[in-house]
């Protein structure tokens, strides 16, 4: 392939195979890898492509397959963390009638890989039903199904978290408190 199309092909599709490899590998470095090593691949096997207008299919196909390949072998073979204990997560407070779109995506992120997978492609790529089923490699049905079973688990997350939310208890300091018992006693 010569380097005037590959550089045409990166250029249209990077973006947003980087922001799939993003909201999979959910950190910047391995969405960054997952990428260049998709487009590695490509320089590498895509001239084999015998449709050129599947080309965006195939990236995001092989993009998929090398995020579960790699998480194939962290399971077999998990990193051991250095720290004894990890921070906390400090969750923002999320008002009941409305959910800013960066609570939205850190539900998104936590769930399962088989629903975040569709839903990202489907609500955030704005991809077919049957694109879907071609670059994860399942039927249609099955696609469905899963968008359906990955939306209600978003609900239930999104709930979880708006009522965390409404349950957290704000610590007052002594002093903040004895001058609202001052100022109860002199009404």
């Given at each position: 392939?010569?380097?005037?199309?590959?550089?045409?092909?990166?250029?249209?599709?990077?973006?947003?195979?980087?922001?799939?490899?993003?909201?999979?590998?959910?950190?910047?470095?391995?969405?960054?890898?997952?990428?260049?090593?998709?487009f590695?691949?490509?320089?590498?096997?895509?001239?084999?492509?015998?449709?050129?207008?599947?080309?965006?299919?195939?990236?995001?196909?092989?993009?998929?397959?090398?995020?579960?390949?790699?998480?194939?072998?962290?399971?077999?073979?998990?990193?051991?963390?250095?720290?004894e204990?990890?921070?906390?997560?400090?969750?923002?407070?999320?008002?009941?009638e409305?959910?800013?779109?960066?609570?939205?995506?850190?539900?998104?992120?936590?769930?399962?890989?088989?629903?975040?997978?569709?839903?990202?492609?489907?609500?955030?790529?704005?991809?077919?039903?049957?694109?879907?089923?071609?670059v994860?490699?399942?039927?249609?049905?099955t696609?469905?199904?899963?968008?359906?079973?990955?939306?209600?688990?978003?609900?239930k997350?999104?709930?979880?978290?708006?009522?965390?939310?409404?349950?957290r208890?704000?610590?007052?300091?002594?002093?903040?408190?004895?001058?609202?018992?001052?100022?109860?006693?002199?009404?």
């Amino acid at each position: 392939m010569p380097g005037l199309e590959f550089e045409q092909l990166v250029d249209a599709h990077y973006a947003a195979l980087y922001r799939f490899a993003y909201s999979l590998a959910k950190n910047e470095m391995d969405a960054a890898d997952l990428t260049q090593q998709t487009f590695y691949i490509w320089a590498e096997k895509g001239h084999g492509l015998r449709d050129a207008g599947k080309a965006k299919s195939w990236l995001f196909t092989t993009l998929y397959r090398e995020f579960l390949g790699g998480r194939k072998h962290e399971t077999r073979f998990p990193k051991v963390a250095l720290d004894e204990a990890p921070e906390e997560p400090v969750d923002a407070p999320v008002a009941a009638e409305k959910i800013d779109a960066a609570s939205a995506l850190e539900a998104l992120g936590r769930l399962d890989e088989n629903y975040r997978a569709p839903l990202t492609l489907f609500y955030l790529k704005q991809f077919s039903y049957n694109e879907i089923a071609e670059v994860l490699n399942v039927p249609v049905g099955t696609v469905m199904s899963r968008l359906s079973r990955g939306k209600a688990e978003l609900r239930k997350a999104l709930a979880d978290q708006q009522s965390e939310a409404c349950r957290r208890i704000i610590e007052i300091s002594p002093f903040k408190m004895r001058a609202q018992q001052g100022k109860d006693k002199s009404e």
